[in-house]
């Protein structure tokens, strides 16, 4: 009888460990899918900053004003063309700031670690 309770507890304590083990496992992975969620949100974020740059140029230009474009040939592709550029460059810009800021605190842990000697200034 000893040694079926015994054994009982043995597998009862193996199944404990496998359980927490897989709860870990669950959580990590859970973690990770929420942080790919969050970058996915913000990279849509700095699309949506992209084309409200480029709704602002048509709404300013859709108004019933006159600003003696009108009657230049090339003024819709030259006006549409910039809209679109300055709205590519506010998302590659803020894009690429994204991608240098999340390699940072490792850059810093890294310099830190083995460049500490560099990083303080001379005393005068």
Same mark, same amino acid.
């Given at each position: 009888?000893? =040694?079926?309770?015994?054994?009982?507890?043995?597998?009862? $304590?193996?199944?404990?460990?496998?359980?927490?083990?897989?709860?870990?496992? +669950?959580?990590?992975?859970?973690?990770?899918? &929420?942080? &790919?969620?969050?970058?996915?949100? +913000?990279? $849509?974020?700095?699309?949506? +900053?992209?084309?409200?740059?480029?709704?602002?140029?048509?709404?300013?230009?859709?108004?019933? +004003?006159?600003?003696?474009?009108?009657? =230049?040939?090339?003024?819709? $592709?030259?006006?549409?063309?910039?809209?679109? $550029?300055?709205?590519?460059?506010?998302?590659?810009?803020?894009?690429?700031?994204?991608?240098?800021? /999340?390699?940072?605190?490792?850059?810093? /842990?890294?310099? /830190? /670690?083995?460049?500490?000697? &560099?990083?303080?200034?001379?005393?005068?």
């Amino acid at each position: 009888f000893a =040694h079926s309770a015994s054994e009982l507890d043995n597998k009862i $304590v193996s199944m404990q460990s496998r359980i927490r083990t897989t709860e870990e496992f +669950l959580k990590i992975h859970y973690d990770s899918q &929420r942080n &790919r969620l969050m970058r996915i949100n +913000l990279v $849509v974020g700095f699309a949506t +900053l992209a084309t409200s740059i480029c709704a602002f140029g048509a709404s300013i230009f859709g108004m019933n +004003l006159t600003n003696h474009l009108e009657d =230049h040939p090339y003024a819709f $592709v030259i006006v549409t063309g910039s809209f679109f $550029v300055i709205g590519g460059c506010a998302f590659f810009s803020s894009y690429m700031y994204y991608q240098t800021t /999340k390699r940072l605190p490792m850059v810093m /842990k890294f310099v /830190k /670690k083995y460049n500490s000697n &560099r990083l303080v200034p001379p005393k005068i």
